[in-house]
């Protein structure tokens, strides 16, 4: 596994603000929070509020341990390459008993995802090379643990149309990765005109992922953005609850 990147220029209270650009931007990032609650709560419900221990991969500045804490018995460790996302949460947050955030590449730490229950991945798997989050699943699918959850931005089809469009229309910056020419080709499921996926949002599929994941766990959900009804050539995200798969531990 590749050594830790550099920091960004900017720093992790910018990405926070970038997340928070206007109400549609703020509304779309809070769905996988929203759906993350349903699986804890239907998860701590099955264990009868035994306290779930939770590894949340690629955790930023751990939004996600500031929802739940208040509402579920968990015990949380977040993997987190950005020191800076790191730091803002050791101060957030390192007063928690409950709380941990380790500084590392999710491949430098596949021996965590023995030590929890539930693994989360939020918005985190495209920016991980393919041959890695194939190692990962794998591992994850062999691990004893009850639940994996994560979502991913749908990058094809309509959907990438109406968000790249969405972007330059309110001036956020998530377009400027492609070009328009970029986003034809990807709206019209031509990836193979766009440059191969590498570790940022173009040429991602999710329908790649989703075959990955499905010859290692079982998929039990697929979760779409901003609701379920939303059909998925539009949906900005998907989502996949899964469990491991009986005889592969």
Same mark, same amino acid.
């Given at each position: 596994m590749a050594a830790l990147t550099p920091?960004?220029?900017?720093?992790?209270?910018?990405?926070?603000?970038?997340?928070? $650009?206007?109400?549609? %931007?703020r509304f779309l990032h809070s769905v996988r929070y929203r759906n993350l609650l349903?699986?804890?709560? /239907?998860?701590?419900?099955?264990?009868?509020?035994?306290?779930?221990? *939770?590894?949340?991969?690629g955790s930023g500045t !751990? $939004?996600?341990? /500031?929802?739940?804490?208040?509402?579920? =018995? *968990?015990?949380?460790?977040?993997v987190e390459k950005r020191g800076k996302f790191c730091s803002l949460a050791e101060e957030r947050h390192g007063g928690r008993p409950n709380f941990r955030v380790v500084r590392d590449l999710i491949g430098n730490r596949l021996d965590l995802i023995g030590e929890v229950d539930l693994v989360v991945a939020l918005e985190t798997l495209e920016h991980i090379p393919e041959d890695q989050v194939a190692v990962l699943v794998e591992h994850i699918g062999r691990a004893e643990i009850e639940g994996f959850y994560c979502t991913v931005p749908n990058?094809?089809?309509? =959907?990438? +149309?109406?968000k790249n469009l969405g972007s330059a229309m309110i001036g956020y910056q998530r377009h400027r990765e492609y070009s328009w020419l970029d986003?034809?080709? +990807? =709206? %019209?499921?031509?990836?193979?005109?766009? !440059?191969? $996926?590498?570790?940022?949002?173009?040429?991602?599929?999710w329908r790649a992922l989703?075959?990955?994941i499905a010859a290692?766990?079982? *998929?039990? =959900?697929? $979760?779409?953005?901003?609701y379920g009804w939303v059909p998925r050539a539009?949906?900005?995200? *998907?989502?996949?609850?899964?469990?491991p798969r009986p005889g592969l531990q």
């Amino acid at each position: 596994m590749a050594a830790l990147t550099p920091m960004p220029r900017k720093d992790a209270r910018w990405y926070e603000e970038r997340l928070n $650009h206007s109400p549609v %931007t703020r509304f779309l990032h809070s769905v996988r929070y929203r759906n993350l609650l349903g699986v804890v709560e /239907a998860l701590s419900g099955f264990r009868g509020g035994k306290p779930i221990r *939770i590894l949340d991969i690629g955790s930023g500045t !751990a $939004h996600a341990f /500031a929802l739940l804490d208040p509402r579920f =018995a *968990i015990d949380y460790i977040g993997v987190e390459k950005r020191g800076k996302f790191c730091s803002l949460a050791e101060e957030r947050h390192g007063g928690r008993p409950n709380f941990r955030v380790v500084r590392d590449l999710i491949g430098n730490r596949l021996d965590l995802i023995g030590e929890v229950d539930l693994v989360v991945a939020l918005e985190t798997l495209e920016h991980i090379p393919e041959d890695q989050v194939a190692v990962l699943v794998e591992h994850i699918g062999r691990a004893e643990i009850e639940g994996f959850y994560c979502t991913v931005p749908n990058e094809i089809g309509p =959907a990438i +149309a109406i968000k790249n469009l969405g972007s330059a229309m309110i001036g956020y910056q998530r377009h400027r990765e492609y070009s328009w020419l970029d986003t034809f080709h +990807a =709206a %019209t499921y031509r990836l193979d005109k766009v !440059a191969p $996926h590498g570790t940022g949002h173009k040429g991602f599929d999710w329908r790649a992922l989703q075959g990955v994941i499905a010859a290692h766990l079982d *998929i039990q =959900a697929t $979760h779409r953005s901003p609701y379920g009804w939303v059909p998925r050539a539009v949906s900005p995200s *998907i989502g996949f609850y899964c469990t491991p798969r009986p005889g592969l531990q």
